[in-house]
């Protein structure tokens, strides 16, 4: 993919680059946000990895602006492991997933595919597929093998997290940072009933399958393609 790199720390920006530059994308740095700014205004990028605290504007003041480009960039959010409310307000305003500092450069990478898939396939920009279940963004409409799903705003939201990022395990408190804004260790029973929700609502041939990590939280999967009606 064309890729933004923005980060203000010259020598982890140099590894980044390096690592992504390696695994195939072509890498543009900027340092700060405003030039992060002018080069969304002049070029066209498919991804864009963003730290939050930048000179200039902040990353979330980029965030805005690239969230309302078309085609719009698939973005990872870069964020100090202690600023849950930086996370939140980027998801909320459109960020497709976060790291936080310090990272494995080996997340990294993962992170960047799982977003570059998620932005490719052959359906439109707010629709997104899996399995016998299409999920569209836009209108908040769930199916499952051409039935329409009745879900809650919350097992909406919990889903839509999933959908965007299969196969990778989630733990109960970040789902509870991203969907009820909180991370306090007595919600996780709430993300459990929800889960529960979700797997009685999604059953049947061809559905993902929601699967407990065992001291780690929960990852979906999908079936194979012949296994969806």
Excluded at 145 to 163: K, N
Aim: hydrophobic letters at 40%; a neutral charge.
């Amino acid at each position: 993919m064309k890729l933004l790199l923005v980060e203000d720390e010259p020598d982890l920006a140099g590894q980044v680059a390096r690592a992504l530059t390696a695994a195939g994308h072509v890498v543009e740095w900027r340092q700060d946000g405003f030039a992060a700014l002018a080069a969304l205004k002049v070029e066209s990028f498919e991804a864009l990895v963003l730290d939050v605290n930048l000179p200039g504007c902040s990353g979330l003041e980029v965030l805005k602006v690239a969230h309302v480009l078309r085609p719009r960039p698939v973005t990872l959010l870069l964020t100090a492991r202690s600023e849950i409310g930086d996370r939140v307000a980027g998801l909320n305003a459109g960020a497709d997933d976060y790291l936080t500092k310090p990272f494995a450069m080996e997340e990294l990478l993962a992170r960047v595919t799982s977003m570059g898939r998620r932005g490719q396939g052959g359906t439109a920009e707010h629709v997104v597929q899996g399995g016998s279940i299409r999920m569209d963004t836009q209108r908040r409409r769930v199916t499952h093998g051409g039935q329409t799903v009745s879900l809650s705003p919350r097992e909406y939201e919990l889903l839509a997290i999933f959908m965007q990022a299969p196969g990778r395990v989630f733990t109960r408190d970040e789902l509870c940072e991203r969907i009820w804004e909180r991370s306090h260790e007595h919600d996780t029973r709430t993300v459990e009933i929800y889960i529960m929700r979700l797997r009685k609502k999604l059953d049947g041939p061809g559905a993902p399958i929601i699967e407990t990590v065992r001291g780690c939280g929960y990852t979906m999967t999908f079936p194979p393609c012949d296994a969806a009606p």
